[in-house]
């Protein structure tokens, strides 16, 4: 049995997921044992990060990933995060990185810059 702490919602419930059915056991909600059994199958994250800003006003500039990638790809989607320098004008939702890291997942922007 493995121990988890549910994210999905406030309450934090404690879940105990067997590893080879992945019957969840410990939720309060349907959402708890989803996230219990993906998380042993194939864990998956948003990454956030911000990336350099060529701007007078602003250094850096938020981004994030627009769906959850494979946990075990969040490196390399950094280090091709940490390679990217944008220029204004920037909107929310511009896609910096397509496919990145061969994810299906874009690395999009999360603020407006205009200059």
């Known amino acids: 049995m493995k ?18 059915t992945f019957a ?8 708890g044992a989803v996230y ?3 998380e042993l199958r194939n864990p998956v994250r948003v990454v956030t990060s911000t990336v ?7 250094r ?8 959850a990638i494979p ?17 204004a004008p920037v909107r929310v939702g511009d896609v910096l990185i397509a496919n990145v890291a061969g994810t299906d997942g874009n690395v999009v922007a999360t603020r407006s810059v205009k200059e």
């Open 36 to 38: 219990g059994a993906n």
């Open 24 to 31: 969840v056991t410990g939720n309060s909600c349907p959402r």
């Open 71 to 87: 946990k075990a790809k969040m490196f390399e989607v950094m280090a091709e995060i940490a390679k990217v320098r944008v220029h």
């Open 60 to 67: 850096r500039l938020p981004v994030k990933t627009d769906r």
């Open 3 to 20: 121990e988890l702490i549910c994210i999905t919602c406030p309450k934090g419930c404690h879940l105990k997921v067997d590893e080879e």
């Open 52 to 58: 350099v800003l060529e701007s007078e006003s602003f």
